[in-house]
């Protein structure tokens, strides 16, 4: 192990920020930064700092040979769960002021194996922000080709705030297929939803389909505006539009032929898609 990352996992099994921790050393969060990814290593007088505000000697933090003390017990394999951490108030004195560093929930898992830089699997969690960055990342931030947490960033993320390029599922969701209370994406669904093709309670795009659908192209739902609309309640379109029976009944293949007329054949997918659902319609 590095010393920046010894550094990093003194400092985040105390449950501290960067900036608290630069605060305490007199530096900058950036400097603290730099020291954890190993850009820029301490002088001799914040070495000897860092080994009294952690109890750990000075040899620990310089080779990478020299094991870790109990107290701080190291986990590769299996959850750190800091159990052998001390349950108490650390206090730390800086000038004439007094810190009170109080324990915090705190665990990270970190897989040896190592793909493109990244580790295959790093999960950390902790009731302070904290950052889980791998290929499968979980963690209060999690950012990878898979992303799970409170904030996902990746190919695909599952998480309440999710941006995926790929996928993203979750409260708030953006990403080339999204899904959520809010949704924005290429396809997006969600009670609130932005995107080429949309399908929700309000969708907003090219296509849509929803209560209220407002679709440049083609828009379906019980209010329904756009080039092309077919409404249940109420039809607002400037090429076509149609507000279905009171028995339910519309003229399906003139909408299909207003379809393939004014849709240009670049939007052939989406415009299929549509056409599929309009034909349901007249099956269900």
Request: glycine share 12%; aromatic share 10%.
């Amino acid at each position: 192990m590095t010393l920046g990352e010894k550094i990093y996992r003194l400092r985040t099994q105390r449950g501290m920020s960067q900036e608290a921790f630069g605060e305490m050393l007199g530096i900058s969060r950036q400097s603290v930064s730099k020291w954890e990814t190993d850009q820029s290593v301490p002088e001799l007088d914040k070495i000897v700092a860092i080994s009294n505000m952690f109890g750990v000697s000075t040899d620990y933090l310089l080779k990478e040979q020299v094991e870790r003390p109990k107290r701080y017990p190291e986990s590769s394999d299996m959850w750190d769960m800091e159990k052998d951490m001390p349950d108490r108030e650390e206090i730390f004195r800086q000038g004439s002021q007094i810190i009170i560093q109080r324990p915090s929930f705190h665990y990270e898992y970190k897989s040896k194996t190592v793909v493109a830089g990244l580790p295959l699997v790093h999960v950390n969690f902790g009731l302070r922000p904290v950052r889980a960055k791998g290929i499968f990342a979980i963690g209060n931030i999690a950012q990878g080709v898979v992303a799970i947490g409170i904030f996902g960033l990746g190919l695909i993320a599952f998480a309440p705030v999710s941006v995926g390029l790929v996928l993203a599922i979750g409260c708030a969701a953006a990403g080339g297929i999204a899904f959520g209370s809010l949704a924005v994406g290429v396809i997006a669904g969600g009670a609130l939803c932005v995107g080429v093709f949309s399908m929700g309670a309000v969708a907003v795009g090219q296509f849509s389909f929803g209560a209220v659908a407002l679709g440049k192209q083609v828009a379906i739902g019980d209010v329904a505006r756009g080039n092309i609309a077919l409404g249940f309640s109420e039809a607002y379109g400037s090429i076509y539009e149609e507000v279905r029976a009171a028995d339910g009944s519309f003229d399906c293949q003139a909408i299909l032929d207003a379809i393939d007329a004014n849709v240009a054949g670049y939007w052939g997918i989406f415009a299929r898609w549509m056409k599929i659902i309009i034909r349901s319609m007249v099956q269900a």
